[in-house]
């Protein structure tokens, strides 16, 4: 690879609030020549609306994502995003996509970057904050302290029965969908007293309750559950917040 190529940065743009990006993200934003950004097809492009006040009038490349766990259309889908993406990279630009949270948490940049580096190109990551992280300092409460573990489940899958047993704290990321078997479940298990949760960290109509058992409305796609052993400490005492 020529010195002159392009380089792919994933930039970790954290759970939602512009200003929780790190300084590294802003500035690789700012200095970027086009700006990529995971798109699923709807009208909502959250990454994107993150940074939108750091990226002012840059170009933007759109990357269709499919949520499917179809590993041929994700091949197929991904080789097209990276060989745009590369494209670029061989004309000399730099190239900043844009990914909600941390981009080794359960991101979809990974698809890009295995190729991108697969074709002979520079990609770095840029670590952002993640939800789960966020969500904790919004309830006031530690993800894990002492000798506690921390046991992250994508809640999203539904096969979140066999990793409640696991003597852990847990963070259940993308809940909305299993919100109400999950509040059942805990409550059959006697746990439900301890968990708390969060709805669209940083995102607008972000809602938090530190007691789930309380949680009303309705809860989309970004809604963590956060699950401590035993009872809350007492930062996690609070009452609900909207």
């Given amino acids: 690879m020529s010195g002159g190529k392009g380089v792919l ?9 512009p200003e929780l990006l790190t300084v590294k993200a802003v500035r690789l934003l700012r200095t970027a020549d086009v700006i990529a950004a995971p798109d699923s097809g709807g009208e909502s492009r959250t990454a994107l609306n993150i940074v939108r006040d750091y990226v002012a009038d840059k170009p933007v490349l759109l990357c269709p994502t499919h949520m499917t766990r179809d590993r041929e259309t994700l091949d197929r889908v991904w080789e097209d995003n990276a060989a745009r993406v590369c494209a670029l990279l061989e ?3 730099r190239v900043a996509f844009v ?3 941390d981009p080794t948490v359960y991101s979809t940049y990974f698809y890009l970057h ?3 580096l697969a074709r002979g190109f520079r990609a770095e990551i840029v670590p952002g904050v993640p939800s789960f992280c966020a969500a904790a300092a919004k309830l006031g409460v530690p993800l894990c302290e002492g000798d506690e573990r921390l046991l992250v489940v994508p809640a999203s899958h539904g096969d979140w029965n066999e990793s409640l047993d696991v003597d852990a704290n847990k963070a ?3 809940a909305g969908r299993q919100l ?3 509040r059942e479940t805990l409550r059959q298990r006697g746990e439900l007293e301890n968990a708390s949760l969060v709805v669209n960290c940083g995102l607008p109509g972000e809602r938090v309750w530190p ?8 809860a989309g796609y970004f809604s963590l559950v956060l699950l401590r052993q035993g009872t809350q400490t007492e930062h996690g005492k609070a009452g609900e917040t909207e």
């Fill in 9 to 17: 940065y994933g930039v970790g743009v954290g759970p939602g609030d």
């Fill in 91 to 93: 004309q000399g630009k």
């Fill in 99 to 101: 990914t909600l949270g």
């Fill in 114 to 116: 295995r190729r991108v």
């Fill in 172 to 174: 259940l990321m993308k």
């Fill in 180 to 182: 109400e078997p999950l």
């Fill in 211 to 218: 007691s789930f058992a309380q949680a009303e409305g309705e």
